[in-house]
């Protein structure tokens, strides 16, 4: 099969907005719980609001012309919460002024989706993509809708562009940039993940991700076979899901172990990686990028709120 050509960038630079998705995991835990366990619709599940926080990323890619593009990757949960992020890192501004082209809605997750109306507050007309594997609820919430039993509602209507993602489809946004969609089913009833990929030239071609439910192993594989330039991964950004709630299990191991593989240059992971699962990257002498721990992360020994990643 002929490998997509989605050309090359110059450069990639990533801040961390918030990659905190929940304040207390053994509070959210209880409540998924409560709520009727993992296969429960996250919609229907009563969470606690002030538990909430959110991931969220904002991208900035420099062509080989010298312009740069911004997108913001998911949109965190609590409104409040990250209306003080974006005010921190100046992303308020950035969405009026409509410096941010895009909007990339990962999953439909409630930490990485349920924020949307802090977006659009300030753009209510940016353009966003997500995977075609939206349920009916996470199409509703985008054209405004309210889920009381969620604790959860969306207030402003989404007016711009809205990019279905199918599964495997590779869609390059501009030269050095790709969007892919992977489908597959995820906890608390939701299917499917986009993330991206950069092809830095003289580098090697750079995975962005969210939560990486398809799995580090399955992202890069993905890349080698299908995009051209591939060949050679440079590095990694984002959740890597291999710990989420703390704990790293033999098969989380398993995973690390096998990234080894791709000789990765630069790790800039946070989120559901977990912190045990860096700690193993970092003994296996990984090239981890640190942080600073930060306006509320957990640790300094990964990307944290508020710390930025040049590629």
């Given at each position: 099969?002929?490998?997509?050509?989605?050309?090359?960038?110059?450069?990639?630079?990533?801040?961390?907005?918030?990659?905190?998705?929940?304040?207390?995991?053994?509070?959210?835990?209880?409540?998924?719980?409560?709520?009727?366990?993992?296969?429960?619709?996250?919609?229907?599940?009563?969470?606690?609001?002030?538990?909430?926080?959110?991931?969220?990323?904002?991208?900035?890619?420099?062509?080989?012309?010298?312009?740069?593009?911004?997108?913001?990757?998911?949109?965190?949960?609590?409104?409040?919460?990250?209306?003080?992020?974006?005010?921190?890192?100046?992303?308020?501004?950035?969405?009026?002024?409509?410096?941010?082209?895009?909007?990339?809605?990962?999953?439909?997750?409630?930490?990485?989706f349920w924020g949307l109306e802090t977006v659009l507050k300030y753009n209510p007309d940016i353009k966003i993509i997500i995977p075609n594997t939206?349920?009916?609820?996470?199409?509703?919430?985008?054209?405004?809708?309210?889920?009381?039993?969620?604790?959860?509602?969306?207030?402003?209507?989404?007016?711009?562009?809205?990019?279905?993602?199918?599964?495997?489809?590779?869609?390059?946004?501009?030269?050095?940039?790709?969007?892919?969609?992977?489908?597959?089913?995820?906890?608390?009833?939701?299917?499917?993940?986009?993330?991206?990929?950069?092809?830095?030239?003289?580098?090697?071609?750079?995975?962005?991700?969210?939560?990486?439910?398809?799995?580090?192993?399955?992202?890069?594989?993905?890349?080698?076979?299908?995009?051209?330039?591939?060949?050679?991964?440079?590095?990694?950004?984002?959740?890597?899901?291999?710990?989420?709630?703390?704990?790293?299990?033999?098969?989380?191991?398993?995973?690390?172990?096998?990234?080894?593989?791709?000789?990765?240059?630069?790790?800039?992971?946070?989120?559901?990686?977990?912190?045990?699962?860096?700690?193993?990257?970092?003994?296996?002498?990984?090239?981890?990028?640190?942080?600073?721990?930060?306006?509320?992360?957990?640790?300094?020994?990964?990307?944290?709120?508020?710390?930025?990643?040049?590629?």
């Amino acid at each position: 099969m002929e490998k997509k050509e989605i050309g090359q960038c110059r450069s990639l630079k990533i801040k961390c907005v918030s990659e905190i998705g929940w304040l207390d995991p053994e509070k959210l835990l209880n409540q998924m719980q409560k709520g009727g366990g993992l296969e429960k619709n996250q919609w229907t599940i009563p969470w606690s609001y002030e538990n909430a926080a959110g991931f969220c990323s904002l991208i900035d890619m420099e062509t080989l012309e010298g312009e740069h593009h911004k997108f913001l990757l998911d949109t965190g949960w609590n409104n409040q919460y990250m209306d003080k992020c974006f005010k921190r890192e100046g992303i308020d501004r950035m969405l009026k002024d409509k410096e941010i082209d895009s909007l990339i809605i990962s999953h439909e997750h409630l930490d990485h989706f349920w924020g949307l109306e802090t977006v659009l507050k300030y753009n209510p007309d940016i353009k966003i993509i997500i995977p075609n594997t939206f349920f009916p609820e996470g199409k509703a919430f985008l054209k405004g809708a309210e889920f009381a039993a969620a604790n959860v509602r969306n207030r402003i209507s989404h007016e711009g562009e809205l990019i279905k993602i199918k599964p495997k489809e590779i869609k390059k946004i501009y030269d050095g940039c790709a969007v892919a969609a992977f489908d597959l089913p995820i906890i608390i009833r939701v299917r499917g993940e986009v993330s991206l990929y950069f092809n830095i030239k003289d580098k090697g071609v750079i995975c962005v991700t969210g939560c990486c439910h398809q799995g580090i192993i399955s992202f890069a594989e993905f890349a080698k076979k299908n995009i051209a330039g591939a060949e050679n991964l440079y590095g990694v950004y984002g959740g890597l899901h291999i710990a989420p709630f703390g704990t790293l299990t033999p098969e989380g191991e398993k995973v690390i172990k096998e990234m080894a593989r791709y000789n990765f240059k630069k790790i800039a992971c946070n989120h559901c990686t977990g912190i045990e699962a860096v700690r193993k990257m970092i003994e296996l002498g990984y090239p981890i990028v640190k942080g600073t721990g930060r306006y509320g992360s957990a640790s300094d020994l990964y990307i944290g709120n508020g710390d930025e990643v040049i590629f």
